[in-house]
Every structure is written in C-alpha cells, then in structure tokens.
C-alpha cells in the first residue's frame, strides 16, 4: 500500500478531515456533532476553531443529474449498507473522488480509512457525513488531490460507520510519474525560499469561475515558493469578512450550509522555471447556494501559524 504524505501530514498538524465550521460568533455554527473535530489554526494573529470535511457527494464539472445517472444503483436490502462506486486506474495529478450510497440514516458520520496491504490494518484519513439527494437516497464521498503525495502503485480504501461493522472496500491503480516533493518545507520570510533565491515571495491563485452547490474540483495556482513549501487552503463565504453579503437567512442542516468553511493543507510541486504550482480538492457539498466564495491559500510555520505571504480569489456558488 502507498502512503499518502499530505495526509499524514493533515493527520498530524490538523486533525482528521471532518466537516469545517469556524466560530466567528455566529449562532448558526452551534450544535457540532460528536464525529466532528476541531483544530486550532492562527490565522491573522488569531486563533480559529474549524472543523474539517473533505468531500461532497458529485463529480466535478458536470451536472446534477448527470451525477445521478453515472452513480451506482443503490442495493435493494434491509440490512444496513455502504455502497462505493467503482472507480477506474488513475494517474498522478488526477482528481480522486471515492463516492457511494448507505441507507444509513441521513447525516450519520461515514468515515475514510487507508488499507495497509502488508499488515491489513486500517488508518482513518477523513470522515464526512451521508446526505439526502432530491430522491431522498443518502450519498456520501471523499475527494483526494493525487498531486503532491500520491506516489504511483496500489491503492486500497475502506468506507465505514464509526464502529466499522458497516463498511466496504474499493481499489484502483495510481499509474504515472510522482510529482510531489522528497521533503515538506515550512516559509520563514526569508527570500532563499523562493526558487532563484531573489524577488518577492508570491501566491497566486487561478481563476475558478462559477460553480454548482456540490461540485468537486481542484483549485489551482501557482508560485515562485520552493517545491515541498506547505501552504494552507481554505474556502469560505465572503461575507464572514463582509456582512453585507450575509443571506437573509441560514439553512441549520449540516447538509445544507451549517458547517460552511473548509481547509486543506497542500505543498507546492515542481513547474517550470522560476514557477512552481500548488492545488487541493474543493467540496461544495455542505455550503449555500447563491453565496459568493472566498478562496485564501498561505505559507505557515510549523505549528501553523499562518505567514504573511498568501493568494486569494473569489467565485460565486450557484
């Protein structure tokens, strides 16, 4: 089995990857479920509690029914189920999103657990929650960046309740040349980090352009940071920070908008030149529709204080 760094990575410094919810003194971020996690990140010279999810419960760039047709039938069964669609071999640098159907009740915690071939022991990565579609079928799904830390290889996923006893497994190939970096780096304001050693440090994040309430795609960007530099991203409405954007109204299902930011750490690989480039998954599962969206990617320190070089962009959920 392939180890996946970034995600330890995330493991270590922030936590499983459980559905984000900051506490900016808003009343709709109260009520956190127990399977959510909190970790504490300095962001501005200030301390934020978020909870992380990974995933939603489409594929990317294409439409709702599309998705619906493209996923598997649900089984017909009285007996609690997680059914995982099949997926096909990838390469490095592709958009893994592993994804199915439970007749578990609605919102109930569904969990993302590495296989260790060798040993046959499994290591929870990320954890998200089942959510209804329009037909009432409770879908769930996790989204991996294979960029920065999936080596080439085997790869074998287990999906489960909290106490494992419903589950299912799924494998594929990752073919392809690893693209990400030897060794993770942390900025220390210094301009050797950048890849001449010379110029102003620089974040930059590519266009997005509209999206659909749960979307899955990768945002992407670039920068003249050294490759293995670790870089924070996070999404969230714009009007945390302006409040005349703020909807007259907030759904509190954790389905629909209750737990509204999301983080992901990520490292720079190696581009072309003085450019290198950077990118992680975005899920619009859990946010409101017709809400502008805001995304920040920085450097950070090795507690994950957030540094002062950073990109930010801006693109409207639909």
Known sequence: MKFNQNLVIGLLCL?????????????????????????????????????????SGTNPGITTSENETMQTPPMVTDEPFISINPISDKNTGDLIIISGTTNLPSRTPIYLKDINDSTGEDTIIANTIA?????????????????????PGGYRYKVSTTSGDVNSSVQFMLNGQFLGPDSTLYYQDSKEATVRGTGTPY??????????????????????????????????????????????????????GQYNMIGYPTTVVKG????????????????????????????????FTEKDIYGNSTFNLT
């Open 15 to 55: 936590g499983l990857f459980v559905a984000i919810v900051i506490t900016v003194g808003s009343s709709l971020l109260t009520g956190i479920p127990l399977n959510q996690q909190k970790t504490e990140v300095t962001k501005n010279g200030e301390n934020i509690t978020e909870t992380m999810n990974v995933t």
């Open 131 to 151: 959510c209804p579609d329009t037909s009432g079928i409770n879908h769930w799904s996790f989204a991996l960046d294979s960029t920065d830390s999936m080596r």
């Open 203 to 256: 974040i930059n994040v590519n266009p997005i352009g509209d999206r659909q309430k749960g979307d899955i795609f990768l945002v992407s960007g670039t920068t003249n940071l050294v490759e293995g530099t670790m870089l924070y991203c996070t999404v969230w409405p714009v009007y945390f920070e302006d409040t005349s954007k703020k909807l007259s109204t907030h759904s509190l299902d954790p389905c629909n």
């Open 272 to 303: 072309t030149g003085d450019t290198n480039n950077w990118s992680f998954p975005a899920d619009m599962a859990l946010f409101e529709e017709n809400t502008e969206m805001i995304v920040h990617v920085s450097t950070v320190n090795e507690d």
